[in-house]
């Protein structure tokens, strides 16, 4: 993927907070926002403000001009360049594949999302794509593998034989197929990808952050574990002892019995 040219002054990736919801940009749109080093630096940094900034409750990952993400940097690549965030390689690919943030992420896929782009959305707690992109691991046709997650997670989210057939022959699926498969949450009419993403972060945004943080942590944590074995139930007794002693949970009850709007304290 070629570089873009005059674009040295420009943040690989935009930051922007509504509301209670942080919006991540990747912001190499002229390279199709593929991942170099300096793409994976900003948006793993702006994961961690994120997840240090208390008022965020959602955090939504989209691209910049036509495409969400056209994979890694091919260019950075063949000139033996690290792909890795500065000084955190642990964060993994786009400095978001492995970096775990305990708010619920949206993919809001505006466009082009093949290879790595599809490895992105995998690794979303959710995911609102638009009508004209495609999803799909074409690694193989390249002699390579969807080693940034790809692999791992497509039989976690799909069955397994609509798995190996995806990572196989490297052939995509629309937009309409993915969510047939429950790989993806809303399809958005062409061009509103975001909005719609938007929209389905404020209605988790409203809940109480305390209770959508452990929610998400245990959906992850036992999503491999058999429901009868013991370690399940003690993370689960774990999460409702944070949950029920909190300041939300006394709120909740509170605000129904006086029919009004909670204020949860995320605490």
């Known amino acids: 993927m070629a570089d873009?040219?005059?674009?040295a002054s420009e943040p690989a990736a935009l930051y922007e907070r509504r509301g209670n919801v942080a919006l991540i940009t990747l912001n190499r749109p002229r390279a199709m926002n593929?991942?170099?080093?300096?793409?994976?630096?900003?948006?793993?940094?702006?994961?961690?403000?994120?997840?240090?900034?208390?008022?965020?409750?959602?955090?939504?990952?989209?691209?910049?001009?036509?495409?969400?993400?056209?994979?890694?940097?091919?260019?950075?690549?063949?000139?033996?360049?690290?792909?890795d965030a500065d000084g955190h390689p642990e964060w993994g690919f786009a400095g978001y594949a492995q970096h775990w943030v305990s708010k619920p992420t949206i993919a809001a896929v505006n466009g082009f999302a093949l290879g790595g782009g599809t490895e992105l959305v995998l690794a979303s707690d959710l995911a609102v794509v638009d009508e004209n992109a495609?999803?799909?691991?074409?690694?193989?046709?390249?002699?390579?593998?969807?080693?940034a997650?790809?692999?791992i997670r497509l039989q976690q989210q799909i069955p397994k034989k609509?798995?190996?057939e995806i990572a196989l022959t490297g052939e995509p699926i629309s937009a309409a197929q993915g969510k047939e498969l429950g790989l993806v949450n809303r399809v958005a009419p062409a061009g509103t990808a975001l909005e719609v993403a938007l929209e389905l972060a404020e209605k988790i945004a409203v809940n109480a952050p305390l209770s959508v943080r452990e929610s998400k942590a245990m959906i992850h944590n036992t999503a491999l574990g058999p429901d009868?074995?013991?370690?399940?139930w003690?993370?689960?007794?774990?999460?409702?002892?944070?949950?029920?002693?909190?300041a939300d949970a006394k709120e909740g009850p509170a605000a129904f019995a006086e029919k009004r709007e909670p204020v949860w304290q995320g605490r």
Do not use: H, M, Y
């Not at 009868?228 to 399940?232: A, R, T």
């Open 134 to 147: 495609q999803l799909g691991l074409p690694e193989v046709k390249r002699g390579l593998f969807a080693a």
């Open 234 to 246: 003690d993370a689960n007794a774990k999460a409702l002892q944070v949950v029920f002693t909190s």
């Open 162 to 164: 609509v798995a190996l």
């Open 149 to 151: 997650g790809g692999v």
């Open 34 to 83: 593929a991942v170099n080093a300096a793409l994976s630096t900003a948006v793993g940094n702006l994961l961690e403000q994120a997840e240090a900034d208390s008022e965020v409750r959602v955090i939504v990952i989209t691209g910049s001009g036509r495409a969400f993400c056209a994979g890694a940097d091919l260019k950075a690549l063949g000139s033996g360049q690290s792909l």
């Open 228 to 232: 009868w074995e013991q370690g399940v």
């Open 4 to 7: 873009e040219p005059s674009t």
